[in-house]
């Protein structure tokens, strides 16, 4: 199948990008003339600007749309109001997860979505299958791009380019940049304070080049998505795939936080509440490496003894720890502080159990 190609995929190569298969999308995973790690420490010091129009994106819409998408998804659209995103999931009927997204919540007639890049047709066909009369769900994937500029000078660059910085965390604002129209999202995957613009496709061009000139200033940076992986790996923040999937529900991967448990329905709601009360499953953890091992996904997490307690889901070398960091699913009975052992690449590695994140996060400062 041919891969598809971003708006501005033609800027990408003219940067020398590293391009790799991504949900199904030819994106850059790293840019000539410093790499992830260059890459990584741009967004942590100063600001990077990724493209990230391989998400999904789809528009619910009609009378009862937020009611709708509510009585969908795990966490309670109406704990916010208009003008806010709430981080939220799409389970199947055994608690699996079909997706984690954002919800952008523009009245109680309209609901713009972003979902994953591999996931976002199923989710639409979910959507579509069960919405009642009046409730019109439409694929948008290809009609708009996503840019993220990230990092702590990011409100600088918006500043410079006449953009709105005053909203809250996890909130929107349409605005105008090159004459293009485009929605500004106080949202992002990094872990530090950020923005993501929401651009008609015609004009990601026009509006990545108004970016790269307005934070040129301030040593803005091209990112890719390797850049973009170690930045959420840091965080703890899940990739799907990873530590979510049809496999492992969000109380597995302990986004309880993000399920409205007390709405009165949603998808998967009663195999969620069992996981939950239960209290059986594998969860997930963070894992800090004692040593200088490296850990990779799918390698095994053993106790002192020999005793398997659960498999790594996301593995790298943190670059501002510069330390080996992992996130795991392990057994419930694992504590906070245990040292347990990991075969990477046929030596033993010892790591300590720990909470993530891993860094501060800074999304919220002012």
Known sequence: MDLLHSPLHDRHVALGAKLAEFGGWDMPLEYAGGGVLAEHKAVREAVGLFDVSHLGKALVRGTGAAAYVNSCFTNDLDRIAPGK???????????????????????DFEVFLIPNAANTAAVVAKLQAEAPDGIEVTDLHRDYAVLAIQGTLSDEVLQALDLPVDHEYMSFADATIAGKDITVCRTGYTGERGYELVVPADDAVAVWDAVIAAGEPYGIRACGLGARDTLRTEMGYPLHGHELSAEISPVMARAGWAVGW??????????LQRQRDEKTVRTLRGLLAQGRGIPRPGMTVLADGGAELGEITSGTFSPTLRQGIALALLEPSVEDGATVTVDVRGR????????????????KES
């Open 262 to 271: 007390k709405k009165p329905t949603f998808w998967g709601k009663d195999a």
């Open 85 to 107: 995103a709430q981080y939220t999931l799409c389970c199947d009927e055994d608690g699996g997860t079909v997706d984690d997204l954002i919800a952008y919540l523009r009245s």
């Open 348 to 363: 033993s590695e010892l790591f300590t159990v720990t909470k993530p994140p891993f860094v501060q996060p800074s999304t």
